[in-house]
């Protein structure tokens, strides 16, 4: 069972960046897509973004295109999210997840999370 830990939340103010990090605990890492999934207060899960297990597709939610890349380190068995361009409604603990099959946005589908992130945007 491959472990993730987040790393890099924060508080920004609205027009900052932040990028994340989901570090995996082992190589198996590289043989799952890997998504990123956000929770804010009173608000159930929503899918923020996914990528391929070698890294050549992905998708984003319509909310975070153009601000927010997500992309993998294979060799360091890393998932990344830079998020540009942060507004308020930004503000949610962001958790990583892991699955296997067809890349999906289904927050069902994936079986490995980690513990989360929270990121802020005030000012």
């Known amino acids: 069972q491959v472990q993730l830990v987040e790393s890099g939340g924060g508080l920004v103010p609205p027009g900052g960046s932040l990028r994340l990090s989901c570090a995996a605990s082992?190589?198996?890492?590289?043989?799952?897509?890997m998504g990123w999934f956000r929770q804010a207060p009173g608000k159930e899960r929503e899918f923020v973004a996914a990528?391929?297990?070698?890294?050549?597709?992905?998708s984003l939610a319509d909310s975070v295109k153009g601000r927010f890349t997500i992309s993998r380190d294979n060799a360091k068995n890393t998932l990344y999210l830079q998020m540009n361009s942060l507004k308020p409604e930004d503000t949610a603990v962001y958790s990583c997840?892991?699955?296997?099959?067809?890349?999906?946005?289904?927050?069902?589908?994936?079986?490995?999370w980690g513990q989360g992130t929270q990121v802020t945007v005030s000012s």
């Open positions: 082992d190589r198996t890492f590289s043989s799952y897509h």
């Open positions: 997840a892991a699955h296997s099959g067809v890349l999906t946005t289904n927050t069902n589908a994936y079986f490995y």
């Open positions: 990528i391929t297990w070698n890294g050549g597709r992905t």
